[in-house]
């Protein structure tokens, strides 16, 4: 069942009751009365990919190129730490590559991004393959996501001429689940501010954080960042992590009382516009407004990453096509399906049988913010997957009740409907009053 009786609260104190349906995207008062205007729009089914029906790919939009999995830093909830590594790559590899891949793209991608590990311990391979890269293709949009600790003035002007966008790997302060921290450094903080002032005036450099377990306050990561990069910091990412590894497992919530109160935190941070330089904070909430709008189907829903998408590619410089940038070629899938799902040389003959799309998932269908989570990570299964469906309803309900009191000004409290019992309090009651209730207005949020 897909439809749901949401109790809000104004802050007046009275209440009221909105029915939701996440199949359809109707969002409606008791009477029936629509809560926004609604101007159905027409949308394209999504590729339901499993096991048993592959995903394929076509025209490449964005490509994902994976120069190998090495790092300078040990993530203790790193979603590469135990994949198995395929065979390194090496400058060498960079001409042949470029040739299969320019006999199988049919047009220019629009955006490439390069990949590790950390991508600058392939420098010697990074620097020849995007200055080709570049001479072929002037117009595609260049990005790349680094820890920054190997930056120098050499990097940072060939990056900036270069025309990349990046993102800074840091968790503010929760940094020390990274290792050590580049800011730390001298030399190091030196180098990273520099590309900082050159790239971010253009709108070309973020900060990207990411949440875990002792990291679950996104004020306090702005703050923190804020008072190092200043206010025009945007921060990337910014979702809670999910769970690969037993690392990953580690750095999640073990108890109702934690995502409960991870819930009941996040909703008062945006209700205080304290998070309001998380990007994340911005397009989930107005993602789902315009689902809201234009009665977006769910039937339209792919994954969250995108990668069941057959405009989207990742491939090693062997040409080998895998699942996503976090795998490798020589890598199983938990579904026993290997991550090396074909080669760059026959994209017609690519068959992605490691995702498993939402609709397939038990919990999916049936919950309130699917149209926010899009199905958590493809290719989890088992108890990974159990961890990380929790984290994403955790991460995702804040997001939902916020954008529900933006187009309302009442806040959900409480879901009736045929899903899991343990998400129907969205923030928990203490002594009848919702533990997330604050008496500050929304945070006011453009909606496109």
Same mark, same amino acid.
């Given at each position: 069942? $897909?439809?749901?009786?949401?109790?809000?609260?104004?802050?007046?104190?009275?209440?009221?009751?909105?029915?939701?349906?996440?199949?359809?995207?109707?969002?409606?008062?008791?009477?029936?009365?629509?809560?926004?205007?609604?101007?159905?729009?027409?949308?394209?089914?999504?590729?339901?990919?499993?096991?048993?029906?592959?995903?394929?790919?076509?025209?490449?939009?964005?490509?994902?190129?994976?120069?190998?999995?090495?790092? @300078?830093?040990?993530?203790?909830?790193?979603?590469?730490?135990?994949?198995?590594?395929?065979?390194?790559? @090496?400058?060498?590899?960079? &001409?042949?590559?470029?040739?299969?891949?320019?006999?199988?793209?049919?047009?220019?991608?629009?955006?490439?991004?390069?990949?590790? #590990?950390?991508?600058?311990?392939?420098?010697?391979?990074?620097?020849?393959? &995007?200055?080709?890269?570049?001479?072929?293709?002037?117009?595609?949009?260049? @990005?790349?996501?680094?820890?920054?600790?190997?930056?120098?003035?050499?990097?940072?002007?060939?990056?900036?001429?270069?025309?990349?966008?990046?993102?800074?790997? /840091?968790? #503010?302060?929760?940094?020390?689940?990274?290792?050590?921290?580049?800011?730390? !450094?001298?030399?190091?903080?030196?180098?990273?501010?520099?590309?900082? /002032?050159?790239?971010?005036?253009?709108?070309?450099?973020?900060?990207?954080?990411?949440?875990?377990?002792?990291?679950?306050?996104?004020?306090?990561?702005?703050?923190?960042?804020?008072?190092?990069?200043?206010?025009?910091?945007?921060?990337?990412?910014?979702?809670? *992590?999910?769970?690969?590894? !037993?690392?990953?497992?580690?750095?999640?919530?073990?108890?109702?009382?934690?995502?409960?109160?991870?819930?009941?935190?996040?909703?008062?941070?945006?209700?205080?516009?304290?998070?309001?330089?998380?990007?994340?904070?911005?397009?989930?909430?107005?993602?789902?407004?315009?689902?809201?709008?234009?009665?977006?189907?769910?039937?339209?829903?792919?994954?969250?990453?995108?990668?069941?998408?057959?405009?989207?590619?990742?491939? !090693?410089?062997?040409?080998?096509?895998?699942?996503?940038?976090?795998?490798?070629? &020589?890598?199983?899938?938990?579904?026993?399906?290997?991550?090396?799902?074909?080669?760059?040389?026959?994209?017609?003959?690519?068959?992605?049988?490691?995702?498993?799309?939402?609709?397939?998932?038990?919990?999916?269908?049936?919950?309130?913010?699917?149209?926010?989570?899009?199905?958590?990570?493809?290719?989890?299964?088992?108890?990974?997957?159990?961890?990380?469906?929790?984290?994403?309803?955790?991460?995702?309900?804040?997001?939902?009740?916020?954008?529900?009191?933006?187009?309302?000004?009442?806040?959900?409290?409480?879901?009736?409907?045929?899903?899991? $019992?343990?998400?129907?309090?969205?923030?928990?009651?203490?002594?009848?009053?919702?533990?997330?209730?604050?008496?500050?207005? *929304?945070?006011?949020?453009?909606?496109?």
């Amino acid at each position: 069942m $897909s439809r749901f009786n949401i109790h809000v609260l104004r802050d007046d104190g009275t209440s009221a009751i909105l029915h939701y349906d996440n199949q359809t995207s109707a969002l409606t008062w008791a009477d029936g009365a629509a809560v926004i205007p609604v101007e159905a729009a027409v949308f394209k089914g999504a590729t339901v990919v499993s096991s048993t029906q592959s995903g394929r790919k076509g025209t490449v939009k964005t490509l994902k190129i994976s120069l190998g999995l090495l790092c @300078n830093y040990e993530c203790s909830y790193c979603s590469q730490r135990f994949v198995p590594r395929a065979d390194q790559t @090496n400058p060498g590899d960079v &001409a042949s590559f470029l040739d299969a891949l320019t006999d199988a793209l049919i047009e220019p991608p629009e955006r490439i991004e390069f990949w590790g #590990g950390e991508p600058l311990v392939y420098w010697k391979t990074l620097k020849p393959l &995007a200055e080709c890269l570049r001479e072929r293709y002037p117009q595609v949009r260049f @990005n790349i996501i680094t820890n920054g600790s190997l930056l120098d003035v050499e990097k940072n002007d060939w990056l900036d001429r270069l025309g990349f966008s990046v993102g800074l790997s /840091h968790d #503010g302060p929760g940094y020390h689940a990274r290792g050590a921290d580049p800011l730390d !450094d001298p030399e190091k903080r030196a180098a990273i501010m520099d590309l900082w /002032h050159r790239l971010q005036p253009q709108g070309r450099m973020s900060i990207n954080a990411m949440l875990h377990a002792d990291n679950r306050s996104r004020a306090h990561i702005q703050a923190w960042l804020q008072e190092r990069f200043g206010d025009g910091v945007v921060v990337g990412e910014g979702s809670f *992590i999910d769970p690969y590894d !037993d690392g990953g497992m580690a750095s999640t919530f073990k108890t109702p009382r934690d995502h409960i109160g991870f819930r009941s935190l996040a909703f008062k941070e945006l209700r205080l516009g304290m998070a309001s330089k998380f990007s994340i904070a911005h397009s989930k909430i107005q993602d789902f407004v315009r689902s809201i709008k234009s009665a977006r189907p769910a039937s339209a829903l792919g994954q969250k990453c995108g990668m069941d998408r057959p405009d989207n590619l990742a491939v !090693d410089l062997h040409g080998n096509v895998i699942t996503c940038q976090n795998v490798s070629a &020589a890598a199983i899938a938990p579904n026993d399906q290997p991550h090396n799902i074909g080669h760059i040389s026959n994209l017609q003959a690519v068959k992605l049988k490691t995702s498993t799309h939402w609709s397939e998932r038990g919990d999916c269908p049936s919950c309130p913010v699917l149209q926010l989570c899009k199905g958590s990570c493809m290719f989890l299964e088992g108890a990974l997957w159990d961890a990380g469906c929790d984290a994403a309803y955790s991460d995702n309900i804040p997001f939902f009740a916020a954008a529900i009191e933006f187009m309302t000004g009442a806040m959900p409290v409480y879901i009736e409907g045929d899903f899991r $019992s343990d998400r129907k309090d969205i923030f928990g009651m203490v002594d009848g009053v919702p533990s997330a209730k604050v008496a500050h207005k *929304i945070i006011p949020i453009a909606v496109a």
